[in-house]
């Protein structure tokens, strides 16, 4: 049958009766002014983090949600987009499409400010999005990318690329794995579909994300998923799966590599006023700017006592060096 019809099946019946323990996201429901959801929206949550940072969210933006779910995200986006047709919602599931719908009805007696024609639902794939070229400020998915195998979703962040606008925010929430998937799990279709197998290394994602041409990338946050034990799962060791929010950014990209931020920052502790790298990089004595990888490692590399750079924290939440 396939890996996709199997995720089809999967998520037409979690339409038809909602699946509260499909996923399992940690990052808490945001909580705005006015903003009311239904608590049907809530239990067809089926996602693993959450794409909406209102920083990436001003000015009126055009906003894409690929895999629809419950129309939660959808709800929130309209939060900040308050015009006909400013969010679009695209989903492969009629029922889906149906449930997010219905959900909308909901949404709209609880919210006085909302209009269930800010978003316009649409049936379409990932895979071939039906959106016009770079006529989107802020394209998004949760969860759902983890679910296609490495040529899909070459293929889905190439449509994203493609609907985004120049420095146009590709928002998005997946698992990432860093043990080896066993081949008996990464063939399993419902797994698959359950957003368990798929699941890549951090890094593996990130290049995957750059190799299709964006320069900037953001790890906003990365926090503990699910275990697949050997008590429950055809695998002979224990796999830890992680979730990771990332925002990539449709900048040029640099000559020397994209800029992705993991957390690090760089921290001057010599005894001038201020250190320059006469590269664009200025540290104020003992003041920490967060720095790209990439200029962790240039610091890293100058053999200097006078420059502390820390680890990795998997969040990044704005400026510092680039």
Same mark, same amino acid.
């Given at each position: ?114 209009? %269930? ?59 990432? &794995?860093?043990? !080896? ?47 697949? %034990? ?5 695998? %002979? ?40 790298? !006469? ?32 680890? %990795? ?7 510092? &060096?680039?």
């Amino acid at each position: 049958m396939g890996y996709l019809e199997t995720t089809k099946n999967v998520y037409k019946e979690a339409a038809e009766k909602p699946d509260v323990g499909l996923c399992c996201t940690t990052t808490p429901i945001w909580q705005l002014p006015e903003l009311e959801i239904p608590n049907i929206m809530l239990e067809m949550n089926y996602g693993c983090g959450s794409t909406v940072n209102p920083r990436d969210l001003i000015n009126n933006p055009k906003i894409l949600y690929v895999g629809v779910g419950g129309g939660m995200e959808l709800l929130q986006f309209a939060y900040f987009s308050r015009q006909k047709n400013g969010v679009i919602g695209i989903d492969v599931v009629d029922e889906m499409l149906e449930a997010s719908h219905n959900n909308f009805k909901k949404a709209e007696e609880l919210n006085p400010w909302f209009k %269930s024609d800010f978003v316009d639902l649409k049936k379409g794939d990932a895979l071939s999005l039906p959106v016009e070229d770079q006529s989107i400020d802020v394209a998004a998915q949760n969860c759902l990318f983890n679910i296609f195998t490495k040529d899909d979703l070459k293929l889905a962040l190439e449509e994203m690329y493609r609907v985004l606008k120049p420095n146009g925010r590709l928002v998005l929430s997946d698992p990432v &794995c860093e043990n !080896k998937m066993p081949e008996a799990l990464l063939n399993d279709d419902k797994l698959r579909a359950l957003c368990l197998s798929g699941a890549l290394p951090l890094n593996e994602y990130i290049k995957m994300i750059t190799d299709v041409g964006f320069g900037t990338i953001e790890i906003r946050a990365k926090r503990p998923y699910r275990v697949l %034990s050997p008590n429950h799962y055809n695998t %002979s060791e224990t796999i830890f799966i992680e979730s990771v929010e990332v925002c990539a950014i449709k900048d040029p990209m640099p000559k020397d590599g994209p800029c992705i931020f993991t957390g690090k920052t760089a921290i001057y502790i010599g005894n001038s006023v201020f250190f320059d790298d !006469k590269k664009g990089h200025t540290l104020l004595q003992n003041m920490p700017l967060a720095v790209c990888d990439k200029t962790a490692t240039a610091l890293q590399n100058l053999n200097t006592n006078d420059i502390y750079i820390s680890e %990795s924290t998997y969040f990044y939440d704005g400026g510092g &060096c680039c």
